[in-house]
């Protein structure tokens, strides 16, 4: 809501994240989806846009993970993150020493950055909302060639409010968004984060 209602609020978040960096030790920032309301607002993409350029002019690297809100007409079962690409796509990242990859080519829907920290390697890699199987697949293989870093993931959906993962049947699972084929926080448990233990 603050990229379509309140983008003053937005703008200061991140003003705060630039006048405060230095002093805070600030090494970059994770967004964990829904940056606009709905995907297909220009004006909304635009107020996002603005505020988040004051992270790129201050270089405070970010990764932002694609939220069900994100997509045209905030449907994720379009899988169309087509304006989101454009204001939030690889070209955004063009030129930064810490951006690494992305699936599908052309698109942030997946993407990851790697980061050295007082001599720690750090691999942050944004997860689309409710990953395909070609998505984990990816991401496995970006994981098992840099399994000498430590690994942060970011995506939209992975836990309630009590802890517990996102399983088959749950109130706000894929099912609901109508991604019944892909993956809800418990087979992506399943199929990837478990068999890494640097994540």
């Known amino acids: 809501f603050y990229s379509q209602t309140y983008p003053h609020i937005f703008n200061g978040q991140t003003k705060w994240i630039v006048d405060n960096a230095q002093a805070l030790n600030v090494k970059f920032v994770l967004g964990l989806g829904d940056i606009v309301n709905n995907g297909s607002s220009i004006t909304q993409e635009q107020n996002a846009d603005a505020a988040v ?40 990242y063009a030129g930064k020493s810490w951006y690494r990859g992305n699936y599908p080519a052309g698109s942030n829907e997946n993407f990851y950055g790697v980061f050295n920290i007082n001599g720690k390697q750090y691999l942050v890699m944004s997860l689309e909302f409710y990953p395909r199987n070609g998505t984990l697949e990816w991401a496995r293989q970006i994981l098992t060639a840099n399994q000498d870093k430590e690994v942060i993931l970011i995506m939209h959906a992975f836990l309630w409010t009590g802890g517990t993962r996102v399983g088959p049947c749950d109130r706000g699972g894929p099912d609901g968004y109508g991604l019944s084929a892909d993956n809800d926080a418990q087979e992506m448990w399943n199929k990837l984060i478990r068999k890494f233990r640097n994540i």
């Open 53 to 92: 350029r004051l992270l790129d002019n201050a270089n405070i690297p970010y990764l932002l993970a694609l939220g069900n809100h994100d997509y045209i007409g905030a449907k994720p079962a379009s899988r169309d993150a087509t304006i989101f690409n454009q204001y939030f796509g690889p070209q955004r």
